[in-house]
């Protein structure tokens, strides 16, 4: 049975995981667009793909200079992303958690 | 002048109602109602559109107002933001140690557990906010 539990928290936290790179994707692409930044899919692609937020810092640095044009950016898209990206994240959190209180107690 | 009064003016030269506005912006008929009382200040993007709406330059939209260009710059402070940041990595550090020592006591653990996850959680927004 906790087996069983254990697999399916697992799933979803992979599907989680999910979720939060490609939200992240979507953010980093919008606002490398807005910011005309060559290559932009590639750029998001590699920072949602890479881990401890080393991807964002990078990316925040890489940035720098590139200052955000209104007509290419969607700040009603950004809000909403930024939300999703940030709510998954807190779901991504719970299951670890669920799943180490069941690696924990078993 | 402050933005608020100056938003005010430029909005009734233009004869916008605080409506018309706020659905050009995406904004709720309140938050221009905010600006324009200097309760709160918009921010950059909606400046920018602002300026692009009115056919005027940042600076001339602006004209010198000082404590909203603060209020950008408190948001947008990273020496601030790393500094919370280091703040919250530390606590990370402590509790994985704690996690380490009382791993025995469920209760200890998961309360560890969830002031690990509060903390990496509010790294990441930090992180977000600042895109």
């Known amino acids: 049975m906790n087996l069983i539990v254990l697999i399916f928290i697992l799933i979803l936290m992979i599907l989680a995981v999910f979720v939060v790179a490609y939200l992240l994707w979507r953010l980093i692409n919008l606002d490398a667009t807005a910011r005309n930044i060559a290559h932009p899919k590639l750029l998001s692609f590699l920072v949602a793909g890479t881990q401890n937020g080393i991807g964002i810092f990078t990316y925040l640095a890489l940035r720098r200079g590139h200052d955000i044009q209104a007509p290419l950016d969607n700040p009603k898209l950004r809000e909403k992303l930024k939300i999703s990206v940030l709510l998954s994240y807190v779901l991504l959190m719970l299951l670890t958690i669920c799943l180490l209180v069941i690696i924990l107690k078993y | ?131």
């Open chain 2, 1 to 131: 002048m402050l933005i608020g009064e100056q938003l005010k003016k430029i909005r009734e030269e233009h004869l916008l109602s605080q409506e018309n506005l706020a659905e050009i912006l995406d904004v709720s008929r309140q938050t221009i109602s905010n600006w324009e009382n200097t309760k709160s200040y918009p921010d950059i993007e909606r400046v920018m559109r602002m300026s692009e709406i009115y056919h005027l330059s940042l600076d001339e939209l602006l004209k010198g107002d000082t404590k909203m260009v603060q209020s950008w710059l408190d948001a947008t402070d990273s020496k601030r933001t790393v500094k919370q940041l280091v703040v919250l990595l530390l606590i990370n550090l402590l509790a994985l140690i704690g996690l380490l020592i009382f791993n025995q006591n469920i209760w200890v653990a998961v309360s560890l557990m969830a002031i690990l996850a509060i903390c990496v959680v509010s790294c990441f927004y930090l992180l977000i906010k600042l895109i």
